[in-house]
């Protein structure tokens, strides 16, 4: 009973009209324009260089190449042997 009364307040202080300042907008956007606060600076991203050798540069190149030789190989399609379709005579 004593939560559906506590509930029923905090319920009834969220409904409440909200009146902002007018200037509230131009102060949100000068607050932005100045830069994150330390606490959020790790949630951005990191850029980091990737760094490759060149044996590995090498290697990727050549698995690029072999996936677009292997790509544009004809295929030979057979028939599928599962038994559905039509039957020959």
Same mark, same amino acid.
């Given at each position: 009973?004593?939560?559906?009364?506590?509930?029923?307040? *905090?319920?009834? *202080?969220?409904?409440?009209?909200?009146?902002?300042?007018?200037?509230?907008?131009?102060? *949100?956007?000068?607050?932005?324009?100045?830069?994150?606060?330390? %606490?959020?600076?790790?949630?951005?991203?990191?850029?980091?260089?990737?760094? *490759?050798?060149? =044996?590995?540069?090498? %290697? =990727?190149?050549?698995a690029?190449?072999?996936?677009?030789?292997v790509?544009?190989?004809?295929?030979?399609?057979?028939? %599928?042997?599962?038994?559905?379709?039509? %039957?020959?005579?």
């Amino acid at each position: 009973m004593a939560d559906d009364r506590w509930l029923d307040r *905090v319920t009834d *202080v969220l409904q409440e009209p909200v009146r902002l300042d007018p200037s509230f907008d131009e102060r *949100v956007m000068a607050a932005i324009g100045e830069g994150l606060p330390d %606490a959020v600076t790790p949630l951005r991203p990191r850029y980091r260089p990737l760094l *490759v050798s060149p =044996l590995g540069g090498f %290697a =990727l190149a050549a698995a690029v190449l072999t996936g677009i030789l292997v790509g544009r190989r004809p295929v030979r399609h057979r028939r %599928a042997r599962c038994g559905v379709g039509f %039957a020959r005579r």
